[in-house]
């Protein structure tokens, strides 16, 4: 198998022109600006907000090439990993002829990119052990197959992939493989990121929603290799990311002390949960989880899940999703959020 980007991306994308933002052609300093029509005379708001925000976010890409280690220049944010999964379809996947294979039950915005695209989506159950169904991907690969999602952890089920068969997708499959780590920092598996150099065609998503505690700045993150990522670039709105996220996201980014310590107590929060709902005579089952979340399944979860709503106490109810009959997704909280869930079930009486 080859790996060539060229022979991936769409026509259309090959060929069109970039926007050329005023930011973008002069990128030196001055004391006047007089290239963006913007208002000289400043913002009703404190900060530069007057000024166009950087289109390439080069400041924040250095700070998370600190953390991640990985160089800037292979390095893509977007407005949550919503905008690089979209993107991904809008560049690599001609609508109407191309299809992507995704793992259900899994995150439900690859389908949603998919349709709004007009991609084909390829479905390819994981099996009962929430793993990869290789030989049924090897079936359902066709030479119009651009993408393949991987959610490791995954959502909803909260396991991880086995690294090995995510291992054999990438060594055989000459489209893009795209790992979402969004839940990464939970897991006991290690990130792709030091197989980036080696992998041409991988691509890595996460995300400052989830344990940087920060889904409401919506700052998304992919990583791969530089001639994805130049596309990624060519193909995004030109102002991407506001000044305002921009700056608070370098703000958060040297904060990790108080992001970790709440990595470690969501950790640790996760398994006295399952213990505890392990003990109520109507839980059936608890899935091993590597993310900040357990599916867990009950007999009647429905009835459980109302009951909870009616306490003010809101979980997802997935038990209407494949291989997820009766289950229900309980994120971890506060550990006194999670004595409370605890209790309120304890009550429950059928
Ligand atoms: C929550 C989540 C995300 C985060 O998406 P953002 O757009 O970055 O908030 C990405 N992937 C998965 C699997 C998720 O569960």
Known sequence: MEFNIETLVRENIKKMTAYSSARHEFTGAASIYLDANENSFGSPLPANYNRYPDPLQLTLKEKISQIKGIPVQNIFTGNGSDEAIDLLFRIFCEPGKDNVIIFPPTYGMYEVCAEMNDIKVKKVPLLEDFQLDLEGIE????????LIFVCSP???TGNSISRSDIEILLNNFDGLVIIDEAYINYAKQKTFIPELTEYPNLVILQTLSKAWGLAGLRLGMAFAGLPVISYMNKVKYPYNINTATQQLAIEALSNISSVNNWTKTTVEQREWL???LGKLPFTQK?????????????TAAKLIYTYLTEKGIIVRDRSNVLLCNDCLRITIGTPDEN????????EYTA
């Open 286 to 298: 608890i899935y091993p989880s590597d993310a900040n979340f357990l599916l867990v399944k009950m």
């Open 274 to 276: 399952a213990e505890e």
């Open 139 to 146: 079936q359902a690969i066709d030479s119009n197959t651009k």
């Open 154 to 156: 995954n959502n909803p």
């Open 339 to 346: 004595n409370q869930l605890i209790e309120r079930l304890k």
